[in-house]
């Protein structure tokens, strides 16, 4: 009964936090022909929790709180934390974008390519880290704004798409903050590859 209880708990938390991507505005028609779409990473207004506290906050708070269990903890996962957006986060993203548009499209999506027609910003406006008891677990979340735009006059916008609560979760457990959250990334990837697959490459 107890087992039956435990996965009825975790169906309704997952329904509850389902992502919805949506188109805000224009289409996805000017991908068509382009070898290399420009991609970057904001995260210069993001909130994390329900508390929707601020990125530097919940550093100190969550640092401060690792610090008073173990000595050195804490600044250990600062630095954890921090890398996480180039080491994990944003090749997650990439990784599934170019999975769907690489191989079949030619188009490669990636940082760096300032020489591209196009750029994406992938902005991150939201997350909730979740967490893994082993027994019972709750998946990251991640929320994103994603805009294209011409590279060389940025007030061209092509067109915008919000994804809300694209969830984080792995097969077993997974202690990492960090790990839970680029599974968030990942999905919002292969989401946001199938939205552009649907509307511009049938």
């Known amino acids: ?17 389902a992502q919805k991507i949506k ?23 993001m909130s994390l929790f329900k508390k929707n506290i601020s990125e530097t906050q919940y550093i100190e708070e969550h640092s401060t709180e690792l610090e008073k269990k173990s000595k050195g903890k ?8 921090a890398s996480a957006k180039e080491l994990i986060w944003q090749p997650k993203f990439l990784e ?16 760096g390519l300032t020489d591209a027609q196009y750029t994406l910003i992938v902005e991150t406006v939201w997350m909730f880290p979740g967490w893994d008891a082993g027994v019972m677990k709750q998946p990251a979340k991640v929320t994103t704004h994603l805009k294209f735009v011409e590279t060389s006059n940025r007030e061209n916008v092509l067109a915008k798409v919000t994804s ?16 839970r959250l680029g599974e968030g990334y990942a999905k919002t990837g292969k989401s946001f590859a199938k939205l552009i697959l649907k509307k511009a490459f049938k």
Do not use: C
């Open 23 to 45: 188109i805000k505005e224009g289409n996805f028609d000017f991908l068509k022909g382009q070898k290399g779409v420009n991609v970057e990473f904001v995260y210069d207004n």
């Open 96 to 111: 599934l974008m170019n999975r769907y548009f690489y191989e079949d499209h030619g188009i490669s999506f990636e940082e």
């Open 1 to 17: 009964m107890k087992k039956y209880l435990v996965l009825t708990i975790l169906l309704v938390s997952t329904m509850a936090f």
């Open 164 to 179: 809300e609560n694209a969830p984080g979760d792995q097969w077993g457990s997974s202690f990492s903050d960090e790990d």
């Open 74 to 81: 804490g600044k250990i996962w600062e630095k954890k934390w």
